[in-house]
């Protein structure tokens, strides 16, 4: 494979692209968070085409060892990508993993520094279903032509990107496994926005063995909803995806610039993650 043609972007231009902060309308005052250092990877923000011809940009963060190495595309919450999502990416490539992280709400807005939710919420509603599948569809695209990646990909993805890790498995061919943290199974009790399907409507679909990683205190998901999905999964014979709760956790417990943020609960989703990745996406 050759390395893929990308839009040559300066220090200057980065800058304007992603939020080097932590998402302000959430960031604990006491939070400590982890800072994971780039020692020892290449780490670049690069821009890929979309579908309707966006220029998406994402963050990337990869071994300088040479590769191939396998892949995981990283989705971020619904306050896109900020200093949290970049050290999830650091994290993996230290692990011997390239991350990709896109942007996929920059076409509007970027949510990172705002503290306005009403006006998080508008962008974030603006990336619709099958915009985010075509945006991780031309990630694949731009990954296959990338000569540091190999062809074994995984994707994880936090709340917003959980339920984006689980689509994103129902829908592709070439995504070998999957860890969804806290993402939403089913359709909010009185739905606000588009009409679009959800995990559980394509539980039978899922192409991919995904791990699913939620809270027995989240306020949010509802743990009917996480048995409404061990169900389907079931009824469509999927043996290899997996749903773990955390009973004493709360949403985004695996954040840690967050006052929900769970050490015991996001150290072992993360020793899970990183054995699942070993599995599926080894070789």
Same mark, same amino acid.
């Given at each position: 494979m050759t390395e893929p043609q990308t839009p040559k972007l300066t220090r200057r231009a980065v800058g304007g692209l992603l939020f080097s902060g932590y998402a302000a309308a959430a960031l604990a005052q006491s939070a400590e968070p982890v800072v994971t250092p780039e020692d020892g990877l290449i780490v670049e923000v690069i821009a890929y085409p979309a579908p309707d011809g966006f220029e998406m940009p994402a963050y990337v963060a990869r071994p300088q060892a040479p590769g191939p190495n396998?892949?995981?595309?990283?989705?971020?919450?619904?306050?896109?990508?900020?200093?949290?999502?970049?050290?999830?990416?650091?994290?993996?490539?230290? *692990?011997? @993993?390239?991350?990709? =992280? $896109?942007?996929?709400?920059?076409?509007?807005?970027?949510?990172?520094?705002?503290?306005?939710?009403a006006r998080i919420r508008e962008v974030v509603a603006a990336a619709s279903h099958e915009q985010v599948m075509g945006d991780v569809g031309a990630a694949l695209d731009w990954l296959a032509d990338a000569d540091w990646a190999s062809d074994r990909i995984g994707v994880t993805g936090f709340c917003w990107g959980g339920a984006v890790t689980w689509m994103a498995a129902a829908r592709f061919?070439?995504?070998?496994?999957?860890? *969804?943290? @806290?993402?939403?199974? =089913? $359709?909010?009790?009185?739905?606000?926005?588009?009409?679009?399907p959800w995990p559980v409507d394509v539980a039978g679909e899922l192409k991919a063995?995904?791990?699913?990683?939620?809270?027995?205190?989240?306020?949010?998901?509802a743990l009917d909803t996480v048995e409404m999905m061990r169900a389907a999964l079931a009824a469509g014979d999927d043996t290899g995806s997996e749903i773990v709760v955390y009973p004493e956790a709360s949403h985004g417990f695996h954040a840690d610039y967050r006052v929900s943020y769970d050490a015991a609960a996001a150290e072992d989703g993360w020793r899970r993650l990183l054995a699942h990745f070993a599995v599926h996406l080894a070789g």
């Open positions: 396998p892949v995981v595309i990283v989705v971020s919450e619904i306050f896109g990508i900020h200093a949290y999502i970049e050290d999830v990416c650091r994290r993996l490539a230290h *692990a011997g @993993y390239a991350a990709i =992280a $896109p942007a996929f709400f920059v076409r509007v807005d970027d949510p990172a520094p705002m503290t306005d939710f061919e070439v995504i070998d496994a999957g860890v *969804a943290w @806290y993402g939403r199974l =089913a $359709p909010p009790a009185e739905p606000d926005g588009e009409a679009r063995p995904v791990l699913g990683l939620y809270a027995g205190q989240d306020r949010g998901i």
